[in-house]
């Protein structure tokens, strides 16, 4: 194997193409490369930024919207707590009502007999003084018939007159 040695002229050639190709890199290439790595790492810084900005908002709608469910929970605990309050004052109003309604009948009720009982008492008693006034009108026919009957109760009649 045989060993190359560079010569000085293709080292002195080569440098300076390098050299050359670096100037017109940084002059041509650098400024483009960098603008655009600059220029994304804006974009992401930005999108970055965006991200936490939006991870802010959502945690904020989170919060926002725990506070509205809990509040839209009171309001249906509250309406539920009205509506059984309502619900038993109309069923309790409905009760006294009917305990109203139920006294009334049962006065009218108790009205309706007292009246019925005291036409039947008159009615009663109509038939008992009819029946009473028959049977004295009988007794005194027969005790008047015979003429020595009608005497003896014209002279007991007198002892009791004269005894008073």
């Not at 009205?82 to 409905?94: F, H, R, V, Y």
């Not at 309604?101 to 019925?116: F, P, R, S, T, V």
């Amino acid at each position: 194997m045989e060993l190359v040695t560079p010569s000085i002229g293709l080292v002195f050639w080569t440098t300076i193409t390098f050299v050359c190709l670096l100037i017109l890199l940084k002059k041509f290439a650098w400024k483009p490369i960098l603008g655009a790595i600059y220029e994304r790492e804006r974009f992401i810084d930005e999108a970055l930024n965006k991200a936490e900005l939006a991870k802010v908002e959502m945690a904020r709608l989170t919060a926002q919207n725990e506070v509205l469910m809990k509040t839209a929970r009171e309001e249906r605990d509250l309406m539920l707590k009205e509506a059984k309050t309502l619900k038993d004052n109309i069923i309790n109003e409905a009760k006294n009502q009917a305990q109203i309604e139920g006294a009334k009948l049962i006065e009218k009720a108790k009205i309706e007999i007292d009246n019925q009982k005291k036409s039947a008492l008159i009615h009663l008693k109509s038939e008992v003084s009819s029946l009473s006034l028959e049977i004295a009108e009988r007794v005194l026919r027969a005790q008047l018939e015979n003429k020595e009957k009608q005497q003896e109760l014209v002279n007991s009649l007198l002892k009791d007159v004269e005894l008073n």
